[in-house]
T-cell receptor, first 111, second 115 residues
């Protein structure tokens, strides 16, 4: 039981490049979400999903796309990376009446 | 959506009790209060959750007054290893369909424990 697994751990992109941050959970949780964390800003919700085929926007969705084709996976796509997207990204999952389980994050730098 | 407000930082010494308060004035009837701890380079991890009055587990206590507009995380006899950022999260954890899935964190409280 690995919990929430995020890959890669580190990534450097150039402005305009695209990439996908991967998130997988093996707990059969229906709910999954993505947060970004910047110094002094806490955790800000990007997108979330309450089940396969269902996604919704959080606080800061612009510049990011998500899809949820399976219960296990919730990838986050940056179509055209910008320096403002330099951040640490955390994926989380939960089941009804349970707390959020977080991955260990992906540190992204956009130059 | 219940927004939360916490102190940005707190200092303490080893062995002291630390109380961190979170304000959530527009908490909804179905909302629970959950606290998380985050160490550098790690994801947040669950500490404690409550709905009203007092909850205690092996690491912390959570005090919630009758009006539920605030909550206090109490860490007894802190050690250096309790140095971390603590987040309060308010949301409907029994359901997460629709807007209940919009789980918004505050900016957290950075606790520094000194020897």
């Amino acid at each position: 039981n690995a919990g929430v697994t995020q890959t890669p751990k580190f990534q450097v992109l150039k402005t305009g490049q695209s990439m996908t941050l991967q998130c997988a959970q093996d707990m059969n949780h229906e709910y999954m979400s993505w947060y970004r964390q910047d110094p002094g800003m806490g955790l800000r919700l990007i997108h979330y999903s309450v089940g396969a085929g269902i996604t919704d926007q959080g606080e800061v969705p612009n510049g990011y796309n998500v899809s949820r084709s399976t219960t296990e996976d919730f990838p986050l796509r940056l179509l055209s990376a910008a320096p403002s997207q330099t951040s640490v990204y955390f994926c989380a999952s939960k089941e009804t009446n349970s707390p959020l389980h977080f991955g260990n994050g992906t540190r992204l730098t956009v130059t | 959506l219940a927004k939360t407000t916490q102190p940005i930082s707190m200092d303490s010494y080893e062995g002291q009790e630390v109380n961190i308060t979170c304000s959530h004035n527009n908490i909804a009837t179905n909302d629970y209060i959950t606290w998380y701890q985050q160490f550098p380079s790690q994801g947040p991890r669950f500490i404690i959750q409550g709905y009203k009055t007092k909850v205690t587990n092996e690491v912390a206590s959570l005090f919630i007054p009758a009006d539920r507009k605030s909550s206090t995380l109490s860490l007894p006899r802190v050690s250096l290893s309790d140095t971390a950022v603590y987040y309060c999260l308010v949301g409907d954890f029994l359901n997460y369909g629709g807007s209940q899935g919009n789980l918004i964190f505050g900016k957290g409280t950075k606790l520094s424990v000194k020897p």
